[in-house]
Each structure stands twice: as structure tokens, then as C-alpha cells.
């Protein structure tokens, strides 16, 4: 709809998950680090949180854009607390038949699946997104799969990424033993007012436009209003970039942005915070 008037190739300011928009901070750096380190020095579990819209899942997707072909992935993403049996779902992330199997024979046909793998020579890493919506059973039965080993070596890793609810649950008297076996955990905090600007830049920059779009204190409005949460900060400036174009507008400034946010308290469906205080 904008594009062309703001010389864009693309939308810069999607929600969905897309590693080529990925936008490095400091700790989001250090969160990726992390997870590189606990796959090359085959970390049993490796745990990252953060807040919703965070930005864990770009993360994850960009993560597996960089791995070897030495590494067998499989990616759990749709967890709920009403899981029966999640090693059905973990078979299924591998591809690897599971119906009309009991429990033990599942049980039996993964631990060959994980000593075949390793017999190739390639390590089998478990990916299980929105994993705070695990029950303790179900993440005590992920350490039941970690115990399965060959020599010295470990044939599965398991990834954890999740909101805070997470990091509350492995803190659960009942997930002692489990959280013992996290060997590299990190949380992801939001965005500071400086990042959100180089934010906002980088996706502007990837998108194909250099020149300055939103003032400063346009992105100080966002800052505020967006908690320096990736998912809120597209979100709203998606909004003011549609206002801008709407109203003819070739810089987005704070006004504009207040503008917006005030419509979206007053008249948005899912109605939204008070608009920030708009510099003067």
C-alpha cells in the first residue's frame, strides 16, 4: 500500500517470523551466541525466555538457516498443556512413524532413530517452541529422553524457547532434576530507547530505504508505547506509516504517531495503552 510512496521494496515492518529482517541487539546477539555454544559443545538443554513478541522465534529461524548438515533438527512448535504423549509430537517433528504404537515401542523406536543418527555421524537437536506451555510432566519426560546415551556421548539436545512462564516453571520444586540438566539458559529483555531507533533504521535499511523515515522523537513515542517489544514496535509503525501515507505525509513524526496511538485507544477494536506524552 506504502511501499512505493516511502521507496520500499517490501513491507519492513511484518510480524511474521523473518530472519532476513533480524535485527542483532546486544543481547539478542548474546542470545544467539548462547544457542551456537550449546550446540557445539552438545549442551543436554539449552533454555532461552523472553517476552511475547520478543523476538525468540526469528531468532530460532535464523539459527536454522546456519546449521550443518551434521545436525538432524526437529522443531515441536504447536505445545499445549493437554499433550498426552509428547514423544508422538517429537517422532513427528522428526519424521519418523508413531501411530499404533505403545508407549514403550515408541520409547524403543526413538532411541534407535537417536542411535542411528549417531552411528552417521550426525547429532539429533530438539527444538520445542512456546515451550512454557509444557506441563512438568511432559518437560520431566524430556528428561527421561535426555538419559539416553551412547559411550559418553549424548544423542539428543534439547532447545527450550519460551516466555516467562518458563523460567517460573523450571523453578518448580518438582523440575529440581531438570533444571539441573540446563546447561546454557538466557533471557531476552526488550529493546532500550536507543535500540528501538537502530531497530526501526536496520528494517527501514532492509526494506531498501536509507533516508530517515520517522523522527527521532516519533521512534521515542514508539519506544514508550511499544515497551521495546519487536512484535509492538512492527506493529505501530506499520500503523503510522499507513496514517503517514494516508495523509500525505513523507516524514512520520511524533504528532502523526500520537495521532495514532490516540485513535487506537479510543477507536482500535482491541482498544490500547494511553497514547505516551508527545515531545515538544
Known amino acids: 500500500m506504502y511501499e512505493a510512496y516511502y521507496g520500499l ?37 539449552t533454555v532461552i525466555c523472553g517476552e511475547i513478541g520478543c523476538g525468540k522465534t526469528t531468532l530460532i529461524r535464523h539459527l536454522l538457516n546456519t546449521l550443518g548438515e551434521e545436525l538432524t533438527v526437529g522443531l515441536v ?48 537437536v530438539l527444538i520445542v517452541d512456546e515451550a512454557q506451555n509444557l506441563s512438568a510432566g511432559a518437560l520431566e519426560s524430556l528428561r527421561m529422553l535426555s538419559n539416553i546415551n551412547a559411550d559418553k556421548d549424548q544423542l539428543l539436545q534439547v532447545i527450550l524457547v519460551g516466555q516467562p512462564q518458563l523460567r517460573d516453571l523450571l523453578k518448580r520444586p518438582e523440575l529440581q532434576q531438570f533444571a539441573q540438566r540446563v546447561g546454557v539458559d538466557f533471557f531476552i529483555p526488550p529493546l532500550t530507547e536507543d535500540e528501538v531507533r537502530r531497530y526501526v533504521e536496520h528494517r527501514l535499511h532492509v526494506a531498501g530505504r536509507d533516508e530517515p523515515l520517522f523522527t527521532g522523537a516519533a521512534l521515542s513515542v514508539i519506544a514508550k508505547a511499544s515497551r521495546g517489544i519487536p512484535r509492538s514496535i512492527n506493529i505501530l509503525c506499520d500503523m503510522a506509516l499507513v496514517y503517514g501515507f494516508g495523509g500525505d505525509a513523507r516524514t512520520i513524526d511524533a504528532m502523526l504517531v500520537g495521532e495514532m496511538l490516540a485513535d487506537r485507544r479510543d477507536f482500535g477494536v482491541l482498544g490500547g495503552d494511553e497514547a505516551p506524552a508527545i515531545p515538544s
Open 9 to 45: 521494496r517490501e513491507k519492513p515492518f511484518s510480524i511474521q517470523p523473518d530472519p532476513e529482517f533480524l535485527y542483532f541487539s546486544r543481547r539478542h546477539a548474546l542470545a544467539f551466541t548462547m544457542l551456537q555454544y550449546g550446540i557445539q559443545n552438545r549442551t543436554g538443554f
Open 77 to 124: 512448535y504447536n505445545t499445549h498443556q493437554d499433550i498426552a504423549d509428547l514423544l508422538e509430537w517429537i517422532m513427528l517433528a522428526f519424521g519418523q512413524p508413531y501411530e499404533g504404537m505403545s508407549p514403550v515401542a515408541r520409547y524403543d523406536a526413538f532411541q534407535r532413530f537417536l542411535i542411528k543418527e549417531y552411528a552417521a555421524g550426525r547429532r539429533t
